[in-house]
């Protein structure tokens, strides 16, 4: 069953694990709440339109953005219900270089069926060759936690969000310790995906794993 849990209570049990000061628990915190929700579809969508401009391959990201799960090319531009709309692959500039070799960016100017990110921005390949085309994008809204804040309301065990700052916090400390404090965070996060699907299943909401954006160091 789902319960909802605040960031003291997930920092309370951190302290059970592991010294630490509210200060470094919520730095840390606040990590694992941006890795977490990059890598889980846990909050309700946002959704964001990029007019385009012939020859104009990337734009601006607005701010926050954890996670694009869908785009979309809107070549009459957007209309809320309707069906004239070509979805946008994820990609990265490293498969594009592989690919299309260094010169890929200089493609002549088509009907984009791709987009990456890149320092903040969201690019089309190949480049957009129709001014006042859209891109729609949804996406996972960032969120900066409180000691007071709540995590997600659909989850069963806040258990991942534990173990990472009890990583964080062990790696200065004990090398060892930390990596099986890891195992335990991966292990969460299986929880969590099994979790996620089978309510899935269950509710029919749409779900993706498909876009990794966020490394961990």
């Given amino acids: 069953m789902a319960v909802t849990y605040t960031a003291q209570q ?12 509210v200060v470094e628990g919520m730095q840390y915190l606040n990590e694992a709440h941006v890795y977490i929700q990059s890598q889980l579809h846990l909050v309700p969508d946002q959704t964001y339109l990029f007019t385009l401009t012939a020859g104009t391959q990337e734009y601006a990201l607005p701010d926050g953005v954890i996670a694009i799960w869908d785009a ?11 069906t004239n709309f070509k979805p946008l692959k994820a990609t990265n500039v490293d498969t594009l270089f592989e690919d299309y070799g260094p010169n890929w960016d200089l493609r002549p100017n088509s009907q984009p069926w791709c987009y990456y990110e890149r320092g903040g921005n969201v690019g089309f390949y190949p480049n957009p060759d129709t001014t006042n085309a859209q891109v729609r994008i ?26 990472f700052v009890a990583e964080k916090i062990m790696a ?46």
């Fill in 10 to 21: 997930v920092l309370a049990k951190v302290e059970q694990i592991c010294a630490c000061s």
């Fill in 72 to 82: 979309s090319y809107w070549s009459g531009g957007y209309v809320q219900g309707g």
């Fill in 138 to 163: 949804v996406y996972t809204p960032a969120s900066v936690l409180t000691p007071t804040s709540t995590l997600p309301t659909n989850i069963p065990s806040c258990e991942a969000w534990v173990w």
């Fill in 172 to 217: 200065r400390q004990d090398f060892q310790k930390a990596m099986a404090f890891r195992e335990k965070f991966e292990f969460e996060m299986e929880r969590l995906r099994k979790y996620i699907l089978g309510r899935t299943g269950r509710d029919r909401s749409r779900i993706s794993f498909r876009i990794k954006r966020i490394r961990r160091a």
